[in-house]
Structures are given as C-alpha cells and as structure tokens.
C-alpha cells in the first residue's frame, strides 16, 4: 500500500492504474477511521481492481465555531485500517496541498444545502462539494464510496455529480453501528462515559421512528413529534432537528402515503458533541 | 467527423479514444463560428490525436435581458468549419441534455468573476464555469482551446482548474481580427453596417493603449483615460469600462511599473450591441 501526500503523483497513479485497464474505487475520509470506514474500503475493495482511501480534515466544511483545531488525527491507526481493509494507495494531503493561498472556487449545491445540516452548519456543504470535487478529479474514480450515516451529504454529492456530469458512481454503503445501536461516529470519542450512555436514545428514538411508520397510522409529522419527545425525554440531549422528510428531496413530510418512502433525520447535542443520525421509512 | 447531441455517448467515445492512448483536445463553443473558434480547432488539431468541439448556446450564462433567444444559430455552416479545420467529434446537446429540470449546482471562481464583465453581466461567470466544468467531465480533454478575446473569461477557467484540480491544461489562443481591426465576435453581425464603420474604433484605442505603454510615461489610469476619450469620441459607442488592469488578478493598475505587464480592456455598446476586446501591455 502507497501513501502520499502529492495530488500530483496520486494522480499520476490512478491514470497509471487506469492505463492498465483497472477500475478505480475511492473512499474519501477525514482520517479518525473506524468500522463505518473499515466497511466502505472492503466495498470498495470488492467492486475494482484498485482501490484510493483519502485522509483530509478539510478545514473549508467546518465553521469557525466547530471543532476542526480539535477533530481527532490518529494517521497511525488510519493507515492501519487502510491496508486491512484492501486499499492499494492512500492519499494524505496537507491543507496547502490542496487550498492555494489564492484559492477562490467554489461548488455549491444550491437547494438541498441550505436544510437541516446546512441550516444548522452554514458554509459545511460548500466545503464538502468542492472538497469532493477536487478529489474526485485526482483520485479519478469509477465509484466512490460514502456513509448513510451523513445522508444529506450523500444525496448532495449524488446530485452534484449528476448536475456536472462527473464520470463516477456514488455508493451509499449501510450505517455501522455499536453494540447498542449508536452510530459509528469519529466523533463518539469526544464523549464522556455519562454521555455514551445516553447517545444511544438516538438511535432508539429512530427504531421508534421506524415501528411507527411500518405499523401505525401515525402521520410523518406525528412521527417526527414522538422522535423529539423521546430525545428530550434523557433531559440531556439538545435536540436540533428531528424530522421526517422525502428521502430525495428532504422537504418535510406532512401526509403519510401508503407504500411510500421517507427518513427519518435526527441531530441532537450531547454536552459539547454534536451527534447526526437517520433511519429509511416505509408507509 | 462525427456529430452527437447525447452526453453520454460522447463521453463514451473520447474514453474509447483514451483507451487507445490517444491524446484529447476540446474546443468549446457556443456555435455561430467564425475564423477565430477555426484557428482554436486547428490548434487542438496540430496538438492532440483526437479533437472534440462543442457546440451549445449556453442559456444560464445570459441574463435576462441578454441576447440568448437571438443569439444566432448556424449549425450547418458550424459544422462545416469544424470538419474543414480538422475535429474528429462535435458536440451538440440540447439545453435538456445539458440541465436537468432539477440541476441545483453552481460552479463559481468568487473574486474574479465580480468585476468588469461579471460587474455588468451578474451572474455571466457562473453560467460560463458551470457549463465548462460539464463539457470538461463529458469530453475529458487533455487540452481545452479558449481565445484571448473572453481575456476574463479564460483566466477565470485558468483559476477554476487550478482550485478544482480539473486534469486539464488550458490553451489561450489570440485574437483573430477583420482587416480592420474589429476582433473577430460572432455578435458582429448585429450591427448595422453604419456601426460596423465603427466598431474598429475598439480595436484603435487599444492600440494607441501599446503605444503610450510602451513608448511614453503615461500611468495606467492615464491610458485608461486616453482609451475613454478616445471611444467617447466617436460619439456612438457608450464606454461600459475601459481600464487597464493587472492580467492575473484584473485589479485595476495606479502606477507604471517598468518592465511590468498590464491589460487593457474595453467593453462598450454599439446601439444594441455590446462589444468587448483586449490588449496585453508591456511598459
């Protein structure tokens, strides 16, 4: 396994491996790595013959007021993971790597950034999209592989690379999760043991979620109200949203639809962490 | 020659074509063609193995009062020129081929697209750098061809592809001018033949700009000034700017700098029609 720090040799690589006929999978991370990871580099693994894992905290997808000074950097452990799991090479960029100092593009996703995420973190989904951007024009894949766990980022990279004609095949891969149902988060660590054991209301708030929706009569909204109920019954997580919305637009839903689809969004703070997680519905 | 209006099927050919280890040149156009897209088409020719132009009026690069619906059309005779000058595939989508009636992503270069044409044309910019970021992941060139006559137009793709990491080298062709002096536009054949009199007068006062550039001791602003009173003086073109700027950054220049390097710039309307032309200066 290769590691390297250039775009330009990266890039040089996968033209390299694609000049041999090879198919390209990418696995674009922030580093932290952890079994959710560990899950999309063996996906990757299986379907092509080279697989890319890139390690960037990207600064431009947190504001000034979030946690990049902080979010853990374990390069050691992640490079680890990386060859476990099957990946041929790894990308490890410095900050001035990939941002010139005169840097002033952009790519923006205009509608689907501005809800939920992008409404509590202004300026995240720019720093995803261009960051996502860029390294899908280095790493050059056939398919790249993303988390449910981060829903809205999947489907705001889905329809950015349907809207620029990006030449690759996004998969979304299952959320992972602990033995308690919280999900795989590089954030979880950031938690105290009080704070662990509550976390996991979430992800039972979002079971409850799907119970009612398969069973009940209860309207999408009903359901989103029962979700915030259970959160804020802890009398310790924040609730900042707790909704159900349409699984490809996220415009709340009102109206239940027999046979249809919606997901369920939760992002609650936990002390000073803050946590996402979604569950798929079905009417 | 081949000619193809589907996105996919030509991003299938110019991979076929890289699969044979050919080198890939793109000519963007937005048809109308005249003698300056020719000599971009035979420089792709004389530099790459395979050629692809395209040929797509562009509808989110016009503003609302623009000329978009009288932009003139003339695929045959487009055609025709790119088959004589040596292209091997033209592009030519429809607007429903390029947009899908959902698209919510932008591409936008956030500091130079603000002044001079992106002043006048708001919103101009992200229609130009949105639509080339496409045609660049549907053809996959190598090398794009762009003429210096859009002198903004193509530093701003320069400055994209540096940020996005677009793996693509961008070619600035000169300018291509009638006998007497007006560049070649395919918005020429607006005017009248009273206002074809006088477009040249574009063309003289960017020539009397490298005269007093480099043989006088006139400061920028006073060449901007002598551009103004010159185009003013013809009493029919309305000055929309002159200026001489910075070529990297188009910050307008104060101060001479001997052995530096400025650009001249005009944009003015002629009746209906608005003209632009340049002139790289050398004190």
Request: with cysteine.
């Amino acid at each position: 396994m290769d590691v390297e720090s250039s775009p330009k040799k990266i890039h040089a690589a996968v033209r390299e491996a694609r000049r041999r006929g090879l198919t390209i999978g990418c696995v674009p991370t922030m580093g932290a790595l952890h079994a959710g990871h560990v899950s999309l580099v063996q996906r990757a693994r299986s379907e092509n013959d080279f697989v890319v894992a890139t390690i960037f905290v990207n600064p431009t997808q947190f504001g000034p007021t979030e946690d990049f000074s902080r979010y853990p950097r374990t390069l050691d452990a992640d490079l680890e993971f990386c060859r476990a799991a099957g990946a041929d090479l790894v990308f490890t960029p410095q900050v001035a790597d990939m941002y010139a100092a005169d840097a002033q593009t952009i790519v923006r996703v205009t509608g689907l950034s501005t809800v939920l995420e992008g409404a509590h973190r202004p300026g995240h989904f720019d720093g995803v999209t261009t960051v996502v951007t860029k390294l899908f024009q280095i790493t050059e894949p056939d398919r790249a592989y993303f988390g449910q766990k981060d829903y809205q980022q999947q489907l705001i990279i889905r329809r950015m690379v349907q809207d620029l004609n990006l030449p690759v095949t996004i998969v979304t891969c299952p959320i992972v999760r602990e033995a308690d149902g919280l999900a795989m988060s590089s954030r979880n660590r950031y938690l105290s043991s009080e704070e662990r054991g509550v976390a996991k209301e979430i992800f039972q708030a979002l079971q409850l979620a799907e119970q009612l929706a398969g069973s009940g009569s209860d309207s999408p909204q009903e359901i989103a109200d029962r979700m915030r109920v259970h959160l804020e019954g802890t009398g310790v997580l924040t609730v900042q949203y707790a909704v159900v919305a349409d699984p490809e637009t996220l415009v709340t839903q009102q109206t239940r639809v027999s046979g249809g689809a919606g997901v369920a969004l939760i992002a609650a703070k936990l002390g000073s962490t803050r946590l996402i997680d979604n569950q798929l519905l079905n009417y």
